[in-house]
């Protein structure tokens, strides 16, 4: 994990996603940031090249703010082309956007001895946003399944330093 100091137009995305996630109604909260997301994810100098590298084992958080009051943090996730995450719900509310690379949404069940069985699959190309609040009925996976590699950016309601315990609920790796 690494931090990129924000400036140009990351530091614009990452004021208007702090005044989504600090503006109105609770429950629409995680609509608000992806939507602050949305006009973003076409801006080429959003993340200067090479600010977020992939790692060829697995894929990679880069810390882009972390919310002085706790209230969520922001993150670019690098997908080298086969990487995934595991079949996960989320403790917390969660919006992304697809900055780079096309993402695979896979949407899962949970099956009747606690497996998740997938039930179908969505494909995230550049500039798709999806959001959700803290669900464990909502399992998913994120795949690069692409030739390239792609950026996500990612916005969770929670501190930083409690991603490892607070974010996801892993059913199956």
């Keep these: 994990m690494s931090f990129i100091a924000p400036q140009g137009p990351l530091a614009a995305m990452l004021a208007d996603i702090a005044a989504a996630a600090r503006a109105g ?3 629409e909260r995680p609509g608000r940031v992806a939507a602050a997301i949305a006009p973003w994810l076409a801006v080429p100098e959003l993340l200067a090249p090479g600010a977020c590298p992939c790692d060829p084992k697995r894929y990679v958080r880069h810390l882009l703010q972390a919310d002085p009051q706790g209230g969520y943090a922001v993150v670019a996730l690098a997908w080298r082309p086969g990487q995934m995450s595991p079949v996960h719900a989320h403790r917390t509310w969660c919006a992304l956007g697809v900055y780079r690379g096309t993402l695979t949404e896979g949407h899962y069940v949970a099956g009747a001895e606690g497996a998740p069985r997938q039930t179908g699959s969505v494909l995230r190309p ?3 946003t999806c959001h959700g609040p803290a669900d464990p009925g909502l399992i998913h996976r994120l795949a690069n399944l692409g030739g390239e590699e792609a950026v996500s950016i990612h ?3 929670v501190p930083f330093d409690r991603f490892g315990s607070d974010v996801n609920l892993v059913y199956a790796d």
Excluded: I, S
Aim: proline content about 11%; hydrophobic content about 35%; aromatic content about 12%.
């Design 25 to 27: 109604d609770e429950a």
């Design 126 to 128: 550049p500039g798709a």
């Design 155 to 157: 916005v969770y309601g």
